[in-house]
Every structure is written in C-alpha cells, then in structure tokens.
C-alpha cells in the first residue's frame, strides 16, 4: 500500500507547557493555542511506555504512530519504509494540527430484546423498578436528613441545662422538630441518636449508594413503532420512567449497538475549512489516514469505528443551516464521502491483509448496502454530492474487488473525551455549540465565540462586539443597570465584597449566588447589612433581595455581566442570521431528526439519537416522539425527559369540606384537651412620633434616676429611659442600652408584667430607701425601684408599693387613731390639671380653668400630705405638691426643700 506525505509542516508552533497532574506538576511540549484541559486530555489518553520530555505531549503521539506503523510494517501492508514512515509522520502530524484523534472503546451494550417477547417485560420491569427505586430511596434519604439535621440543630440553640436542652419534655423546639421528623418517616431511633449527636463532629449528607440500573437494548419494527402499537408504548414507557432504554429498529443495528467498538477515532471536518473554502483533498486524506490507523489498531475480531467531528460548525461556515434542505443535504454529502473514502481504504488493506470473515459471510448484504448508498448520493442536491457518488462507487468496486475488513466502519458516536483532544465534538447531530470555553496565557478560563460562529457573524456584516456582549456579558457590574457599583456601595458593599462578588460571578454565571454569604462573607452581611444569624443559616437567604434589589433589576444585572449564552436572540443579528443561529443553538426536535435520518442514510452504524421531552410530557408524547423518529428513518433512539424545574411546585387546592350525612351517627363524646401551637412572625408595633408620658424623678439610696416613659394613643407604655447622672459612663450606658432593650421587647408584644415579674426583688447596689416616689420608699436594686414604678403606674400592682419606713418605728403603734380619723374627715381639694397634662404636649388644646376633682384620693396619700386642706399644699420652691410632714417640718419630696411651718387654725 503506497502512502504519500501530506500533512508535513501542517502542526502549529509548540511551546514547554506546565500542567497540572494529579500527583505533580510537569513540563510537557505542546502546541500553542492548546488550553490546559486539551493538553491534559491527551496525557490522560497516552498508553503506557517511556516518557521522552523533548518530543510532543511526552512522546505519546510518536509512541502511538510508531506502533501502528510497526505492525503495518509487519504484516506487509506498506511497500516501503518511507511508506511507513510517510503513515507514521502524517497521523502525528494530524493530531498535533487537530484533523483527528484516537477514541477510547466503547462499552458493549446487553443482548437486544425485542419489544414483543415476555423477556422484555420482564427486563423492562426490572429496570423500571431498579431506576424508581433509586429515586425514590434518594428523595427519601434527603427528607430525612434534613428533618434530623432540624432535631439537632434545636438542640444545639437551646441555651441552658444540657439535660433540659436534650429533653422534648422542657425543650419545645425539640419537641417540634422531632414532631416532623417522625412525619417523615424517621424511627424514635434515629431520632434518640440525632439528640444523642448534636454538637459532635459531622458527616455529609445521607449518600444513597445508587442501585446497579442495568441497561436495556430493546429491538423493535419500524412499521411498528410508526403506527405506535402497545409494544412501542411499552418501550416509550420505560424510556418516559428511566431515560435508560434504547431502541434499535433493525436487528443489524441492533447487533452493532451491541457488540461496540474496540477501537475508535474521529475526523474534525471544521479543521479543513479555510480562506479558500474546504480542503477537501486534505479532508479525504485524513478520512483515509485515519480508517487505515483503525485498521492496524483492529483486536482480533473486533469493531472498530471512525466518525466525524465539528459537522456543525463545518455547516455554519459555510451559512448553511440543519434545518433546510440545503443543510441536511450537504451535511448527509460530507458524511458520505468521508464512508466512501474510509470503505476504500478498508478494500486496500483487505488487498494486503484479507478480507475480514464477517464480510465473506454477508457480502451480498454489505455490497447491496453500497450500492444502494451510491444511488442516494447521487440524488443529493449539493456540490459534494458528485464527490460522494464518485468515492461510494470506487468503494463498491474495491470491495468487490478485494474485500473489506470491516462492513461497520464509518459509525456515528460522541465522547467527550475525543472532543476534548480534538477540539470539536464527535456526533451526529452534535457541534452545535457556537460557545467555547478558551484560556487565556495566564490560565484563566473564559467563554469565547467559536471560530465558525464568527465567521458567520463576519460574513453576515453584524456588530461582532455588541453579539459578544450579548452572549458572554461585559465581565463586571461596572455600568450594570439596576445592581452596578455605585448602588452597591450605596448599601453599604465595599470594593472588596464587589470584587469577590465578581470574581465568582465570572465562575458560576449566577449573581444571586455570588453574592451569596459564603462569598461576600456572612459577618460583613450581619453587621453592615443586618441580617440575624437565623436568616444567614438558611440556604435560600438571598443577599441582594435582602438589601432591597428588585427582582427585574438582579436578572438585567446579570445579563449585563455574564451574557445570555445565546446568540440567536441579540437584536444586534438581522432576522435571517437570527433564525441561522437558532437551528444550531436551538435546535427542533423536528429538525435533530429530520438530520440525522438523512445522514444515517450513509454512516455504516447507528447512534442513538438523543431526545429529550419536557418535564410534564407524558408517556404519550413520547410515544408519538417515538414514531415520529421511526417514520423519517432513524435507525436508533435513545428517549427521556427534563429533569423537574428546581423550583417545580403543584398548586394544590384546599381540602374541599365534607358535606354532612343527612343522620350522622350519635357522636361518642370524650374529654380531650388538644393543644394547638400557632407560630406567627411579630410584628414591631411603633409609638407615634408624637407621645405622651411621664418623668419621676427619685432617688434609690442616694442616687439619682430620673424614669422617663413614653406611651401610645390608648395609655399602654412602649418606652422607657433611665439617667443616672453621677454615676460612671459603663453603668450609665449599661442602663440605657438596658432601658432601649425593654422598649424593643414591649413594642414586639411583650406584655408589661413578665418584665415586672422578672425584675422586682433583684438585689444588687445602689439599694436602700427611696426618696422622691410617694408609691415606693425603699428599693433592693434600681431595677427593683423602676419596675416596682412602672407595676403601680401602669398595671395597678399596688402589692409593689410599700409605705413610708419611719412609719413602722420601734413601738409598732405609729400615729394613732386620731390622726387617720382627722384625715379621713378632711375633704380634699380639687387639684389643676397642670399637675397631669402637659401643656406642651396638648399644645394649649386644654383649658386654664380645668381642674381634676380628687374624689378618689386615698386615705394614705392625705395622710402623706401631712397639712390641712384649707392650707397651702404647693411647694413655694419647685411648685410641686409632693408636701409632706416631717416631724414639726413640712417638706418637699421633690426637691427636699421647706416649706414654711403652717399656722394653727384660728
């Protein structure tokens, strides 16, 4: 077999590359333009042998070459060395410039089963139940390592006795929680150890070892499936269930599908386009170069298979699109010279070597098969269709001539692998993507437009860069409209939370989730922001909503920095390059199928073709899905579905009420006490601006506390300060932050007399009497005097109050009985009502002349009076009426000053 130089001086310019491995870091010689990931691709596939640091990617490409063109060597398929070392030179440099690359095997599928036997039931209803089984187990799993995860985390915010935090008995968030761990379907046992290890050291997640799925090859008729008989359902069922089964529809397929291929390899077709169209010497040289490589690569009895790559971005190129006429047909033209050529080149080496056995057993079918590929070529409406009809021909007359070694050669796969080290993705229908992860010299991996992509942008005359930003964004929330930096800043982000934000934006593609707390940083959320710590442990806490960005505004931002990863929807592209661009990046299933029906026509083997049906399409619809393929001629299936939405919700109605019988029962009446907890988020219940209140001022032991208490419109308090003025800055501050932490407390709802249970009686200086309160004189705390003051005034707790010490002397026998019966004779007078209203706060609203009768006085508060009522009880220093007798002296208790000795009466 003669072989002739041609890809000598085709490899790029190659450079010392340090990669990362998984044990070390290496230096390797690559070409330029490679990304890391490339370069790593073809370490990983390299075979085992000696690492030789100044050739290509370590030697791995000449080992390989070296190797096959030993063994042609060998069997005397070359006529000379310099054919040999023509082969050899050619396959290295054909990878180095990316024309194609080796494939790993492909796995053998199980034995076929047709879709009518009782067998297929049966398999069919094993891996259904396998498959839901796993789901279900796994769903399962992450309920109930959730509720346990809440029955140690109530444990863990419990504050107090470890005991009591342990016990569901005194702990009733544990209690709860429990409650609902058992709804879900936990044991009291898994429960007891959730308690039992809260606070140790933790595991992941629940891991649901996945149950071994078994594969499913069902074979069924085409007219069968067509017609969409119960067999086809059946299969379209268990393909809706799973997403597991594959359906061939001619048992030649079928067997293909299932014996695989112990050695592949892949043509990228997109790399012999160029300035003067398409190569298409180059492309049959390669076509060539490599089924002769997958010959001398063939295992005893084994399949191999070549396939083409970059298919899609070779159409759009060439502005042509999969979903005309014109795109399929020169889609199914390329296809059918690369089989023509790789056939041809299989009938040389069969010359050398022998034709295969399986050929000489079916080589009317195999001939057959040709010559009917001629014919459709030749009906091919496309300038490569002469190329394809003339190549298929000479293949038909070299097979019949000398045999092939293999009748499955040109077969349809993908691998993301090959993909990986030939820069284009192997398939049928694949290629599509115009968006390709790039690198830039540092390392840093971003999204670029593929190289076909812009060459369609180009010869459409669009704004190149404004596409760009559209698809893959501006990179920064710089000039971002609603989230950009200056509104961020005015919230109170920093450049350095901004930048964080960014950087991860640029990874994930999702602005809510770089901005998440993990990344910004949950203290900074907590203490600029104001979140609680419960808010922050919640998964879902969204930042941006949090600090008051709307949701349109989040989602514009977002597009703004990182593009919506389509080109098809920019209004920068007219409508004819918009709807070019839509077939390749989203593609009909129409259209997938219409293509690859036509392009099967003349690949050698299958591929299933992957469908995938919405998340609420039904078994019917794939079912018609189904039929739809087997109608325009696809040779296999593969069907399934979306998985559901993450945010996938039913709306459920309420629980329509049972209509009564028309003679219920006699009801069997039993005592029962059911208690009923009700959760509700408080609402703060905010004082008007304006408000109205009282000052006392007092004095507990010696020293000074001026209570200041606001109120709302209907009397009940909601604030309270306390001033002590000569005492340190600490106690001062302690006091006031204490008095803004009950005022808090009452506006959330907290009832008056749970902070006067909590407070009265507690014991600590300054203590002692108290002077300047006419309710209470003496006092254990300052906390103890102020809530004794706020009981009797606001919730009548005259129990607090407690009277003058001087009047439990020594003898026990006080002032007599004479006194209380001289009191109790006197009348009161009628006090002004400038003693209880503010004029300020009425703002001169009450009248000067009106006076508050004091027909309510107690005896006590005449007997503290200490004077008669015809005299004068007004304290001619403050102007207070806080008189009262002390010994042969009248004071005032609020200033402690004195009044004149009053006259006897005449």
Not at 255 to 276: E, P, T
Not at 796 to 820: H, I, S, V, Y
Request: glycine content about 8%; proline content about 6%; overall charge negative.
């Amino acid at each position: 077999m003669r072989f002739e130089r041609l890809f000598a001086g085709h490899a790029p310019e190659s450079d010392l590359r340090e990669v990362e491995r998984p044990d070390r870091f290496i230096e390797t010689l690559a070409p330029l333009g490679w990304p890391d990931a490339r370069v790593e691709a073809w370490l990983d596939w390299a075979p085992p042998g000696p690492s030789d640091p100044e050739s290509h990617l370590d030697g791995a490409l000449e080992h390989y070459a070296a190797r096959l063109s030993k063994a042609g060597r060998e069997a005397g398929l070359f006529a000379s060395e310099a054919d040999a070392r023509a082969f050899a030179g050619d396959l290295v440099d054909s990878m180095l410039a990316g024309y194609g690359a080796p494939a790993g095997p492909a796995a053998a599928l199980p034995a076929p089963l047709h879709v009518s036997a009782i067998e297929f039931r049966a398999a069919a209803a094993e891996h259904v139940g396998l498959a839901r089984a796993d789901r279900l187990a796994r769903e399962a799993a992450s309920r109930l390592d959730a509720a346990l995860t809440a029955v140690a985390d109530s444990v863990l915010r419990c504050e107090g006795d470890a005991r009591a935090c342990a016990d569901p008995a005194r702990n009733v968030a544990l209690a709860r929680a429990a409650q609902k761990a058992r709804a879900a379907g936990a044991s009291d046992a898994s429960i007891a150890d959730a308690v039992a290890s809260a606070g140790a050291p933790g595991f992941s997640a629940f891991a649901v070892r996945p149950a071994k799925i078994p594969s499913l090859l069902a074979l069924a008729e085409p007219t069968d499936v067509a017609a969409g008989d119960e067999f086809a359902a059946l299969a379209a069922r268990a393909s809706w269930e799973t997403g597991g089964v594959t359906l061939a529809l001619s048992p030649a397929d079928a067997d293909q599908l299932a014996a695989g291929a112990a050695a592949r390899a892949a043509v990228n077709a997109a790399a012999f386009l160029g300035d003067d169209g398409f190569d298409l010497a180059g492309f049959r040289h390669a076509v060539r170069l490599w089924a002769v490589a997958l010959e001398l690569d063939r295992p005893q009895d084994g399949a191999v298979a070549l396939t083409l790559a970059g298919v899609g971005d070779w159409l759009l190129a060439q502005n042509l699109s999969p979903a005309t006429e014109a795109g399929r047909d020169a889609a199914a033209a390329l296809w059918a010279v690369a089989a023509g050529e790789a056939l041809a080149a299989s009938a040389s080496v069969a010359e050398a070597l022998g034709a295969a056995e399986a050929f000489t057993v079916e080589s009317e079918r195999i001939l057959a098969g040709l010559a009917r590929r001629a014919e459709a070529a030749s009906a091919l409406t496309t300038p490569l269709a002469a190329e394809a009809t003339a190549g298929l021909q000479a293949a038909l007359a070299a097979a019949k001539a000398h045999g092939l070694r293999g009748a499955g050669l040109v077969a349809a796969f993908e691998d993301s692998e090959t993909a990986l080290r030939l820069g284009a993705p192997p398939g049928l229908d694949s290629g599509w993507n115009l968006i390709l992860p790039s690198e830039t010299s540092d390392g840093v991996a971003l999204p670029q437009l593929s190289a076909s992509a812009q060459a369609a942008l180009r010869a459409a005359g669009a704004d190149l860069d404004a596409v760009r930003v559209h698809a893959l964004g501006a990179g920064s929330l710089e000039d971002a409209p609603g989230v950009d930096h200056r509104a961020l800043t005015a919230v109170g982000f920093t450049s350095h939370e901004i930048g964080l934000a960014e950087a991860a934006l640029r990874a994930r593609g999702d602005l809510r989730a770089a901005f998440a707390p993990a990344i910004v940083g949950a203290d900074f959320i907590g203490d600029v922001l104001g979140a609680s710590r419960e808010a922050l442990a919640d998964p879902a806490f969204d930042t941006l909503a949090f600090a008051g960005f709307a949701p349109g505004a989040v989602l514009e931002a977002q597009r703004h920095a990182v593009g919506t990863g389509r080109l098809f929807d920019s209004l920068a592209l007219a409508s004819e390059t918009q709807d070019l661009l839509r077939a390749f990046e989203a593609p009909a299933q129409a259209d997938r199928i219409a293509i690859t029906a036509a392009v099967e026509t003349f690949v050698c083997g299958p591929w299933p073709l992957a469908l995938v049906a919405p998340f609420d399409a039904r078994p019917a619809d794939l079912l018609r899905l189904q039929a739809s393929a087997a109608r325009a001629g696809v040779r296999a299936l593969n069907l399934s579905r979306a998985p559901a939405p993450a945010d996938f919700a039913l709306d459920l109605p309420e629980a329509p009420a049972e209509t009564p019988r028309a003679r219920p029962p006699e009801p069997i009446v039993t005592e029962r006490v059911v208690e009923k907890v009700v959760e509700r988020q408080r609402e703060r219940r905010k004082l008007p601006d304006r408000r109205k209140g009282y000052i006392q001022k007092a004095a507990v032991g010696g020293h000074k506390v001026y209570l200041h208490t606001g109120e709302y419109e209907d009397g009940e308090v909601g604030e309270i300060f306390i001033d002590m003025h000569k005492e340190g800055a600490a106690f001062r501050s302690l006091m006031n932050n204490f008095a803004i932490a009950i005022s808090i407390g009452l506006q959330y709802g907290v009832p008056l007399d749970e902070f006067v249970d909590a407070y009265v009686f507690t014991k600590f200086e300054p203590a002692g009497p108290v002077t300047g309160n006419d309710s209470i004189k003496s006092a254990t705390s300052i906390l103890d005097y102020i809530f004794r003051e706020l009981g009797v005034s606001y919730l009548g707790r005259d129990d607090l109050a407690n009277g003058d010490p001087q009047e439990f002397n020594a003898d026990g026998l006080g002032r007599g009985k004479n006194a209380d019966v001289e009191d109790e004779a006197e009348e009161p007078a009628p006090l002004p009502a400038s003693k209880f209203i503010s004029k300020g706060f009425s703002r001169g609203a009450t009248p000067d002349n009106l006076v508050f009768a004091a027909f309510g006085r107690r005896k006590d508060d005449a007997a503290k009076a200490g004077a008669p009522a015809d005299q004068a009880d007004i304290c001619p220093a403050c102007g207070d009426v806080a008189l009262s007798r002390k010994g042969g002296l009248v004071v005032c208790e609020s200033c402690n000053g004195q009044a004149e000795r009053p006259s006897p009466r005449g």
